[in-house]
């Protein structure tokens, strides 16, 4: 799935649903946000030898193996042809394993085309079911008492 919208109408929040369900059944699920998830291929990639290395290396290593993969707020990251590089091997792994995931972004489709990779866009557009939400930023209406 990949749950596309503005700011606080509720991605996250079904996306946790999501997760709790899912983890509920007896499934492994990974739920972590774009720039944490994207962090840690980094930290495992060029921190090999350290102890952050290895408990980054086995962060992806979940990742790429479990049931069920969550990555919360797609965009948010640093922009950066690593971070290109990671989504995308992140992304086919799991596609190659038919491994399901659950992206949430606030980015539009036009704006993923643009930010990453044609082959990562290909993807996202192609091999998720994209659904769209729409409304008001539903922090700001509990704030406004409404």
Sequence with gaps: LLLQGGTGLGKTYLSACIARVVAGAGYAVA??????????FECAKFQRSSADGEAAAQRVEQYLGCDLMILDDLGTEM??????????SLLNDRMMAVKPMVI???????????RYSPQIASRLHGDFQRLTFVGNDIRVLKNRGL
């Design 31 to 40: 739920y972590e946000t774009a720039a944490s998830a994207l962090d840690a």
């Design 79 to 88: 922009p950066g042809q690593f971070v290109t590089a990671a989504l995308y």
């Design 104 to 114: 949430s972004t606030n980015l539009n489709v036009d704006e993923l085309s643009r």
